[in-house]
């Protein structure tokens, strides 16, 4: 009985032991990064993610800029957040890709407090099919057209006025977790900007500039219905394992996450066990979600073998039946 | 008594069950590539770790090709190989970034059994002082520089005379597992290829195409030199966490990695700690190796936040430094 109760003691002890190792250990230190009169500034502002994140941040009382390619659908945009929330946003036109008109939207919006880079481009497809001008897009846009952006706010965030912690906010996406036929491209480019994401924050951390990566399902915007047209059958298959989500919940959850400078930042249920199973080497900012991650992490890593079965299973069984998203007739 | 008996009992019969369910469940199955008498394509082959793999491929009987740029190093590296081993390897000039030029060195070459993506640039740097020219220099040859070998080669892939299994493995770097200060584009295009090499897995596993991915860390090659000069301090600092290895021994580790079908190839200790860190969603072909990484995985993590510890201590000491000196 006695060695009953001892085992019951160290069962206790070992998770406060834990928790307050951690306490001591987390990195960087947990902050908190307010938006309210502060200027956020939106790439891909114009629809989908980041139009819903303009109008939460208007509504929350920030100086809100949107930058996008078509003046046309910033006007739009413009006008939406001005009837549902009676803010005026600024907006600015450009394309990602070009750095000097990227430089000149910034100069022109002034210092920044919170940069969100959430322009992206996805058009799915078998690498084996799909055109590489398809892929150099992806990678233009999502990629280098980040560093763009990071490279041309670096110095207005470090003039941002009134001081206190800034932030850099990636839009990834739960493909830049796990990569899934059809995500070739994709996949590769989202990926990135956890690379991205990692080597900034140590960067940028004596500025108090805190990066935050958004890892959003499948979300119910103009994007999803384009790529929709596209997938392949396989594609849809396997993506199902996580559900979709409307832009406006989206939304909320990244400013939630921006707002207490959390390194990674799921969207849904699926999307937060994906974070506790591809946590690696990224800081953890919180005392509650370190020890989540230390404690979960083995069965997490099962579950994650068992969703690999789970794939492998229906590529097999796809195959099998003779079906493939590629014509073999023609090779 | 009979408690702790019984207790006893269940702590055996645990890891036996685990080991049982990952047994049925790991996919895909473990798979053994040969390399000897087949056709061995290797980029960035003229030096550092695609020469060193050119040389132990050709020794162990595969037929080589090797890519690169220069056709004076492909030259010279032809010459050292025909030394070494006595064996002709077949040298190819392109440059990555062009899909032509590869095509054409592909179709030249012939149907590939073993493709080695390999070719790397890699320029540290803080991203506030880094040109953008260094960092779309980075992500055009690591990233876009694979997906034109990759697509140019899966024909030839699919091509390949006397079947068996096939194998596209892709040369990563322990900065594809984690990023540190003055690797913001380095690691953005070695993570690019763990997102490439996951998705692309899925797609090829049907025509028995095994993809994987190499971690090696600061390997003594010409690179690393060029490297070395441009090289922040405190990005010396952290990376001191994990020690250099000579390219002959990640190469090894390399073939070892690609004829075992492994989709993580570590390359030495901390690559093993690293690599079960991050074995996020990727597959585990090994049971014993799933095993691991589901035992371990709790303990890694702690291990992972000690270290971001560590090396966000010496950052804010960097600092503090700096401002002390009044720089």
Same mark, same amino acid.
């Given at each position: 009985?006695?060695?009953?109760?001892?085992?019951?003691?160290? *069962?206790?002890?070992?998770?406060?032991?834990?928790?307050?190792?951690?306490?001591?250990?987390?990195?960087?230190?947990?902050?908190?990064?307010?938006?309210?009169?502060?200027?956020?500034?939106?790439?891909?502002?114009?629809? !989908?993610?980041?139009?819903?994140?303009?109008?939460?941040?208007?509504?929350?009382?920030?100086?809100?800029?949107?930058?996008?390619?078509?003046?046309?659908?910033?006007?739009?945009?413009?006008?939406?957040?001005?009837?549902?929330?009676?803010?005026?946003?600024?907006?600015?036109?450009? %394309? *990602?890709?070009?750095?000097?008109?990227?430089?000149?939207?910034?100069? @022109?919006?002034?210092?920044?407090?919170?940069?969100?880079?959430?322009? !992206?481009?996805?058009?799915? !497809?078998?690498?084996?099919?799909?055109?590489? %001008?398809?892929?150099?897009?992806?990678?233009?846009?999502?990629?280098?057209?980040?560093?763009?952006?990071?490279?041309?706010?670096?110095?207005?965030?470090?003039?941002?006025?009134?001081?206190?912690?800034?932030?850099?906010?990636?839009?990834?996406?739960?493909?830049?977790?796990?990569?899934?036929?059809?995500?070739?491209?994709?996949?590769?480019?989202?990926?990135?900007?956890?690379?991205?994401?990692?080597?900034?924050?140590? @960067?940028?951390?004596? %500025?108090?500039?805190?990066? $935050?990566?958004? +890892?959003?399902?499948?979300?119910?915007?103009?994007?999803?219905? @384009?790529?929709?047209?596209?997938?392949?059958?396989?594609?849809?298959?396997?993506?199902?394992? /996580?559900?979709?989500?409307?832009?406006?919940? *989206?939304?909320?959850?990244?400013? %939630?996450?921006?707002? /207490?400078?959390?390194?990674?930042?799921?969207?849904? $249920?699926?999307?937060?066990?994906?974070?506790?199973?591809?946590?690696?080497? $990224?800081?953890?900012?919180?005392?509650?979600?370190?020890?989540? @991650?230390?404690?979960?992490?083995?069965?997490?890593?099962?579950?994650?073998?068992? +969703?690999? &079965?789970? &794939?492998?299973?229906?590529?097999?069984? &796809?195959?099998?039946? !003779?079906?493939?998203?590629?014509?073999?007739?023609?090779?």
């Amino acid at each position: 009985m006695a060695a009953l109760s001892f085992l019951g003691f160290l *069962v206790l002890l070992l998770p406060l032991t834990l928790l307050l190792l951690l306490y001591l250990i987390v990195r960087p230190k947990p902050v908190r990064i307010p938006i309210k009169d502060r200027h956020v500034f939106i790439t891909g502002g114009s629809s !989908g993610i980041g139009l819903a994140l303009a109008h939460q941040a208007a509504k929350e009382g920030a100086r809100v800029s949107i930058l996008a390619r078509s003046g046309e659908k910033l006007e739009e945009a413009k006008q939406s957040i001005q009837l549902a929330t009676g803010i005026e946003v600024a907006t600015y036109s450009a %394309d *990602v890709r070009d750095f000097d008109a990227v430089k000149t939207a910034l100069d @022109e919006a002034g210092p920044v407090d919170v940069l969100v880079v959430n322009q !992206g481009v996805f058009v799915p !497809g078998e690498l084996e099919v799909q055109s590489l %001008d398809e892929v150099r897009l992806m990678i233009d846009v999502n990629i280098i057209g980040s560093f763009h952006m990071i490279k041309a706010a670096l110095p207005l965030i470090k003039k941002r006025q009134n001081g206190g912690p800034a932030s850099i906010a990636l839009m990834s996406s739960q493909a830049g977790q796990v990569g899934i036929y059809g995500y070739t491209g994709y996949s590769a480019s989202k990926f990135g900007l956890r690379g991205l994401a990692e080597a900034l924050q140590q @960067e940028v951390i004596a %500025d108090d500039i805190h990066v $935050s990566l958004i +890892f959003p399902p499948d979300t119910e915007t103009p994007g999803l219905e @384009e790529e929709n047209k596209r997938r392949p059958r396989l594609t849809s298959i396997i993506a199902a394992s /996580s559900g979709a989500m409307k832009a406006d919940e *989206v939304a909320k959850k990244a400013l %939630d996450g921006i707002k /207490s400078g959390s390194f990674i930042v799921p969207c849904n $249920s699926e999307g937060f066990l994906l974070s506790i199973a591809t946590a690696g080497l $990224s800081p953890q900012r919180s005392v509650l979600m370190a020890f989540v @991650e230390v404690v979960a992490a083995g069965l997490i890593r099962f579950v994650a073998l068992c +969703f690999q &079965w789970n &794939w492998y299973g229906s590529i097999e069984k &796809w195959h099998a039946q !003779g079906k493939t998203g590629v014509n073999h007739a023609d090779l």
